[in-house]
């Protein structure tokens, strides 16, 4: 968050249609209003921001690894079917790290809204005497 102008600025990631490997970045910017329960701590967009750039290239990874595993196969070379199998152990290794990103993601996320929430009732207003 920009502390001189009370903005946050977040930032996604969209492929492009045309060409599903080009990722184009934007960044969007929205004033920040403590007293607003929909504002998320910015701390928390960065986790997420994070997470999913790690995602994003561990599947990267896992797409050239593949594409390495096709080319191995349709060459037929027996040296070339021995070397999938060390590739295709390190794709599982990668999907595994996915769920692990992903269940991380979850956890933060629902942590997040579990204290927007609390947070919410806390400064909602009190029943008057």
Same mark, same amino acid.
């Given at each position: 968050?920009?502390? &001189? #102008?009370?903005?946050?600025?977040? $930032?996604?990631?969209? %492929? *492009? /249609?045309?060409?599903?490997?080009? @990722? ?25 921001? &994070? #997470?999913?750039?790690?995602?994003? $290239?561990?599947?990267? %990874? *896992? /797409?050239?690894?593949?594409?390495? @595993? ?25 999907? &595994? ?5 992903? $269940? ?26």
């Amino acid at each position: 968050m920009d502390q &001189s #102008s009370g903005r946050r600025h977040r $930032s996604s990631s969209k %492929r *492009n /249609r045309n060409n599903p490997s080009t @990722v184009t970045a934007t960044t969007t910017t929205t004033t920040a209003n403590s007293d607003d329960p929909d504002q998320c701590d910015p701390e928390v967009w960065d986790i997420f921001n &994070s #997470s999913f750039s790690q995602v994003q $290239s561990v599947l990267d %990874r *896992n /797409r050239v690894l593949i594409q390495q @595993v096709n080319e191995n196969h349709q060459s037929k070379i027996p040296d070339n079917m021995v070397k999938n199998v060390a590739l295709i152990q390190e794709i599982n290794q990668n999907i &595994s790290k996915v769920r692990h990103l992903y $269940s991380d993601l979850s956890t933060t996320f629902s942590t997040a809204c579990h204290e927007q929430r609390s947070g919410s009732q806390k400064g909602g207003s009190s029943p008057e005497d």
